[in-house]
């Protein structure tokens, strides 16, 4: 039978446990089924240098970072990120551009044809991408870790450098409940002799490093200084992405000039297509989205939405059901209008449930991301900010419907 793209991903998403909606159901750590599964597809993951990157925040900004300045350089570059925000393809991608359709649904037709390996929808993206990028012989490929490090999917590849970026409270049902346990589960992609970059260390989760690393003889490098780069992508935040880049680039094997760097990083959304990270979507209301979704994440992007003068503060809010509410709430301001709204996932807090624990007094409740965007956006006045985010779904779900 003739699979199309729409097809195969719904198959995708039928067949396979996904954690983006079930959640712990769907989360199966463990390194054999990947295993399993690349030896059947011919072992893809021996055949591409690999940079992985792992931490709480940051790792997909500082991700796309990396690959539009090795593009820019000349490599053949595969990025691996997730979760996607509009369309699967988004994560696998070569200098750019997207898997094709066709290839998707070519590799959904190969594995009906493999042995089982009962793979989980994550680990299945993951051989995708390593396959793909190993046919088309990239020269150097940029893999974000998923969910931790030592029992992620994505520790099956042979890195030439990885790199932690920081280390905060999520998934901490599955990673741990403190940050050195969650450092410990996130240092191991550390590999014999490979360079350890680990970008914002304090004296709770460096020795966790330092131990690890020395464990496996990996030399760990901490970045002294910040690059005076300018770089496209908004958020005050990611000038502690360019103090771990920055240490990286120093780390691999190519001397890149300082003219190439700059110039990728003042275009990294046209060079990589990414979307959704303090993404200014609109003037007059401005109004800016973003992925953000928890504790240490919400503080940065509130601390940056805070230094905007607003006639009133418009926040489209919406969660996944295993985030802190009450935690979360706390780091958003009090005097905001709150637009409160559930993502189209499983996974996804009701609306209604979240309107009735949110703490903040002006507050109304709306069916879909959509509908309290729209509200959001007819109550407000040309001097107010409009703010969409609290799940990586709720802003996918705003670009797909938008459209923009």
Known sequence: MHLTYEE?????????????????????????????????????????????????????????????ILQSYGLKTGLYTSPHLVDFRERIRIN????????????????????????????????????????????????????????DATSIVKPILTAVTNIGLDHTQYLGETRPLIAAEKAAIAR????????????????????????????????????NWKVSL??????????????????????????????????????????GRWEVMGNKPLIIADTAHNAEGVLEVMRQLGDISAKTLRIVWGMVSDKPVAAIADLLPENAAYYLCAPNVPRGR????????????????????????????????????????????VVGELLGVVGV
């Open 8 to 68: 195969a991903v719904d198959w995708l998403f039928r067949q396979l446990p996904v954690f983006q909606n079930q959640g712990s159901v769907a989360f199966k750590p463990g390194l054999e089924r990947i295993e399993k599964l690349c030896h059947a597809l011919g072992n893809p993951q021996l055949e591409i240098p690999v940079i992985h990157i792992g931490g709480t925040n940051g790792k997909g900004s500082l991700s796309h970072m990396l690959s539009a």
């Open 96 to 151: 750019g551009e997207m898997i094709s359709q066709t290839e998707v649904v070519d590799f959904v037709n190969r594995y009906k044809k493999m042995p089982p390996s009962d793979p989980t929808f994550f680990e299945l993206g993951v051989a995708m991408a390593l396959d793909h990028f190993a046919r088309h012989k990239v020269d150097v490929a940029v893999v974000e870790v998923g969910m931790g490090g030592r029992l």
């Open 192 to 227: 014999q002799g490979v360079p350890m970059i680990f970008g914002e260390p304090d004296e709770e989760v460096l020795p966790v490093f330092e131990k690890i690393c020395s464990n496996v003889n990996a030399p760990l490098f901490i970045p002294e200084h910040t690059p």
């Open 234 to 275: 908004g958020g005050q935040y990611q000038t502690k992405n360019l103090r771990t880049l920055g240490e990286i680039l120093r780390r691999l094997p190519w001397n890149i000039p300082m003219e190439v760097i700059e110039k990728a990083l003042s275009d990294v959304q046209g060079l990589t297509g990414l979307r």
């Open 350 to 393: 009701p609306a209604e449930v979240l309107y009735g624990e949110w703490p903040h007094p002006t507050k109304t409740v709306y069916p879909s991301v959509e509908q309290a965007y729209r509200a959001a956006l007819g109550d407000a006045s040309a001097e107010d900010v409009v703010y969409v985010g609290g799940s990586t779904f």
